[in-house]
């Protein structure tokens, strides 16, 4: 048995075994692409209010209203978009997630974030909806699904260079040539993208992975949360002053978020995002959840190329570090790569029955 035959009887094994979660990947992957514009229309009443020439309400005020009502504990997150003045400000946890106007600081609107459908096609996506053991499945398909492209590419690769063009187009000559071509050729223009896909995807899945990334890049693995809280005791710290006071001296952000700690130990993070080309521009702070005290600083000035690319790894991933254009590209190739599963097995069942 030559070396081509072995790959392609393990190609057909593979696919044959781990087809279905692929397509349920590839699937909830394609329908998640464009999840920000879909959602910024279909919720445009949370996400904006009617414009004002009136001056914003103070965030602790919006904070102190939030906590009444839903409890002190369950703030994870705030979220401003500076670069929309009418722009609602939203305040939650995994479970729902409240906008506030921003001009009286009075609630607009509460959603259950956690059972919307993107939450779902999004966990389908990551886990299954199987938790940890979803989650392992997930990515030793997704490592099968690399080895399906790499060996299809071999499979591919042309033997007879005087019928190149065979090689390239897609041929509708008959229903078995059209499904033939749509899995070869296909899958061919559509390996590249994917492998990218691939590549970020299971940097997001596996820890080893995201070290042998960064390592690449020269550093070692980077904390979510950076440094812990040093302080101990009641929670004092008034994060929108520290809030002012970046928004003072790193002016200019089109987005920020502010992440509390689930830990009683983490420390609390403020995020500002600013506007960028291709690389994703972050000024991050690590706050005491206690003293309010400053634990670092990571500048978008002093970003290393490991930064760099954390930063960039989920632009990748979704086309989005390109905009529209490279949303559109991830969509036609994710799409390709749903039916790979499909064709393939057709060639199989035709073969076997014929």
Same mark, same amino acid.
């Given at each position: 048995m030559n070396l081509k035959r072995t790959i392609r009887k393990l190609h057909l094994c593979l696919g044959l075994g781990a087809g279905i979660i692929i397509f349920i990947i590839t699937v909830t992957g394609c329908i998640y692409t464009f999840e920000e514009e879909i959602t910024n229309y279909t919720q445009r009443d949370f996400n904006v209010v009617k414009l004002e020439n009136a001056s914003h309400v103070p965030l602790n005020q919006i904070i102190?209203?939030?906590?009444?009502?839903?409890?002190?504990?369950?703030?994870?997150?705030?979220?401003?978009?500076?670069?929309?003045?009418?722009?609602?400000?939203?305040?939650?946890?995994?479970? %729902?997630?409240?906008?506030?106007?921003?001009? #009286?600081?009075? /609630?607009?609107?509460?959603?259950?974030? !956690?059972?919307?459908?993107? =939450?779902?096609?999004?966990?389908?996506?990551?886990?299954?909806?199987?938790?940890?053991?979803?989650?392992?499945?997930?990515?030793?398909?997704?490592?099968?699904?690399?080895?399906?492209?790499?060996?299809?590419?071999?499979?591919?690769?042309?033997?007879?260079?005087?019928?190149?063009?065979?090689?390239?187009?897609?041929?509708?000559?008959?229903?078995?040539?059209?499904?033939?071509?749509?899995?070869?050729?296909?899958?061919?223009?559509?390996?590249?993208?994917l492998l990218f896909i691939i590549i970020t995807g299971l940097f997001f899945a596996y820890d080893f992975v995201k070290k042998g990334v960064l390592a690449a890049t020269g550093t070692e693995a980077y904390s979510k949360w950076g440094p812990d809280s040093r302080s101990q005791?009641?929670?004092?710290?008034?994060?929108?002053?520290?809030? %002012?006071?970046?928004?003072?001296?790193?002016? #200019?952000?089109? /987005?920020?978020?502010?992440?509390?700690? !689930?830990?009683?130990?983490? =420390?609390?993070?403020?995020?500002?995002?600013?506007?960028?080309?291709?690389?994703?521009?972050?000024?991050?702070?690590?706050?005491?959840?206690?003293?309010?005290?400053?634990?670092q600083m990571d500048l978008d000035k002093n970003a290393t190329l490991a930064e760099n690319v954390k930063n960039s790894i989920f632009g990748i991933h979704t086309g989005s570090i390109f905009g529209i254009f490279g949303k559109i590209i991830v969509f036609l190739a994710v799409l390709i790569a749903a039916s790979l599963p499909i064709t393939g097995f057709l060639i199989w069942y035709r073969k076997k029955y014929r």
């Open positions: 102190e209203s939030y906590k009444k009502k839903y409890g002190n504990d369950n703030l994870l997150f705030i979220k401003q978009k500076e670069s929309v003045p009418n722009a609602t400000i939203v305040l939650g946890n995994k479970k %729902n997630k409240v906008a506030y106007n921003p001009y #009286n600081g009075k /609630e607009v609107m509460c959603l259950n974030s !956690k059972d919307s459908f993107f =939450s779902v096609i999004l966990e389908i996506h990551r886990t299954l909806l199987l938790g940890d053991f979803g989650e392992n499945i997930i990515g030793v398909s997704t490592f099968v699904f690399l080895f399906m492209l790499i060996s299809g590419f071999i499979l591919w690769f042309p033997t007879n260079f005087k019928k190149l063009k065979s090689y390239f187009t897609i041929s509708d000559k008959s229903a078995k040539r059209l499904n033939f071509d749509m899995h070869r050729v296909g899958g061919f223009y559509a390996t590249f993208v005791g009641k929670i004092e710290t008034d994060i929108t002053k520290i809030y %002012n006071w970046t928004q003072t001296q790193y002016p #200019n952000c089109v /987005e920020s978020n502010i992440y509390y700690p !689930k830990e009683k130990e983490g =420390s609390i993070r403020i995020k500002l995002k600013y506007d960028y080309k291709y690389i994703p521009r972050y000024n991050t702070f690590f706050v005491d959840q206690f003293s309010g005290k400053m634990l």
